[in-house]
T-cell receptor, first 116, second 113 residues
Framework: AQSVTQLGSHVSVSEGALVLLRCNYSSSVPPYLFWYVQYPNQGLQLLLKYTSAATLVKGINGFEAEFKKSETSFHLTKPSAHMSDAAEYFCAVEGAGGTSYGKLTFGQGTILTVHP | ETGVTQTPRHLVMGMTNKKSLKCEQHLGHNAMYWYKQSAKKPLELMFVYNFKEQTENNSVPSRFSPECPNSSHLFLHLHTLQPEDSALYLC????????????FGPGTRLLVL
């Protein structure tokens, strides 16, 4: 069975500072990995995804994530935070095959707060 | 309309009511999903449909009844719900189960009194 762990349910940064949101996964096969963002009273919006191509993935709004197989990690970063980045961020994994086929397993989410 | 839409956006119902949530996707996808999002809990997958056939029922109580009449529409029929069923219900779609990238609707915020 797959699992996703997001380290830190709340992260607070100053505007202009580096954003780092951590995600570790467990999967018995090479996974597909995703980051989604959820703004208040809205659904989830896809930020970026890793599907076994380049290990450094660039997404929307200046975010990127690096797949590190040896560390089973897929951390999300942004060089300079903006006030509009304040939201909840979810990491998700899909491990093709078996009972996990076509299903995403989500982490518990990290709420990002950006201070002026 | 583009993407995935859900109606209504907000719903208040009593425990004896019957209501339905509607989801429509305009992406030409063949797989659709219902999720439940409760406070302080990870997203819970409820149901999966692929080419109109249900492929997953994640031990959901029978007071939730899904319906997928075609690949573009997905319903969640609700009856005799409990207060603990209050949550945000999210619909998502993907090309099919072999392409796992899911696109989400805005959700229906449900309050059961």
């Amino acid at each position: 069975a797959q699992s996703v762990t997001q380290l830190g349910s709340h992260v607070s940064v100053s505007e202009g500072a580096l954003v780092l949101l951590r995600c570790n996964y467990s999967s018995s096969v090479p996974p597909y990995l995703f980051w989604y963002v959820q703004y208040p009273n809205q659904g989830l919006q896809l930020l970026l995804k890793y599907t076994s191509a380049a290990t450094l993935v660039k997404g929307i709004n200046g975010f990127e994530a690096e797949f590190k197989k040896s560390e089973t990690s897929f951390h999300l970063t942004k060089p300079s935070a903006h006030m509009s980045d304040a939201a909840e961020y979810f990491c998700a994994v899909e491990g093709a095959g078996g009972t996990s086929y076509g299903k995403l397993t989500f982490g518990q989410g990290t709420i990002l707060t950006v201070h002026p | 309309e583009t993407g995935v839409t859900q109606t209504p956006r907000h719903l208040v119902m009593g425990m004896t009511n019957k209501k339905s949530l509607k989801c429509e996707q305009h992406l030409g996808h063949n797989a659709m999903y219902w999720y439940k999002q409760s406070a302080k809990k990870p997203l819970e997958l409820m149901f999966v449909y692929n080419f109109k056939e249900q492929t997953e029922n994640n031990s959901v109580p029978s007071r939730f009844s899904p319906e997928c009449p075609n690949s573009s529409h997905l319903f969640l029929h609700l009856h005799t719900l409990q207060p603990e069923d209050s949550a945000l219900y999210l619909c998502a779609s993907s090309q099919d189960l072999s392409e796992p990238t899911q696109y989400f609707g805005p959700g229906t915020r449900l309050l059961v009194l």
